[in-house]
């Protein structure tokens, strides 16, 4: 039932910004994981996603692949069943399409797997542009 609405992204030069939103469509109870998958131009999606987010009532759980970290930050809007990815210092190597995706079942005391097998519901992605 639940679907990630995605919106954000588009084109930037190397060094800038950008930020991707995916909004949780339907009820998916006050437990759940919402991760960040990229595919690289004409390769398969990456099997180990960018974020992770866990969400267990109020509380919020973050997890970064180890590329991304101190470069991207996500954030979380409560009222707007949203969460927010910052994406600073982009590179061409972050080109691609983002795409967001929501399980129902995976969130530990430590947050949410990175892994896409561990996700349910896929978001119809987000393109990120890069250039030099």
């Known amino acids: 039932q639940v679907q990630p609405v995605q919106s954000g992204g588009g084109s930037v030069q190397a060094g800038g910004s950008l930020i991707l939103s995916c909004e949780v469509s339907?009820?998916?109870?006050?437990?759940?994981?919402m991760g960040w998958f990229h595919q690289v131009p004409g390769k398969e999606r990456e099997g180990e996603g960018v974020?992770?987010?866990?969400?267990?009532?109020?509380?919020?759980?973050?997890q970064y692949a180890n590329y991304v970290k101190g470069r991207f930050t996500a954030s979380r809007d409560n009222a707007k069943n949203t969460v927010f990815l910052q994406m600073n210092n982009l590179t061409q190597d972050d080109t691609g399409i983002y795409y967001c995706?929501?399980?129902?079942?995976?969130?530990?005391?430590?947050?949410?797997?990175?892994?896409?097998?561990?996700?349910?519901?896929w978001g119809q992605g987000t393109q990120v542009t890069v250039s030099s």
């Open positions: 339907g009820d998916p109870g006050n437990k759940f994981c």
């Open positions: 974020i992770s987010v866990g969400i267990r009532g109020g509380g919020t759980y973050y």
């Open positions: 995706a929501i399980a129902l079942r995976g969130l530990t005391l430590s947050g949410c797997p990175l892994s896409s097998t561990s996700y349910d519901s």
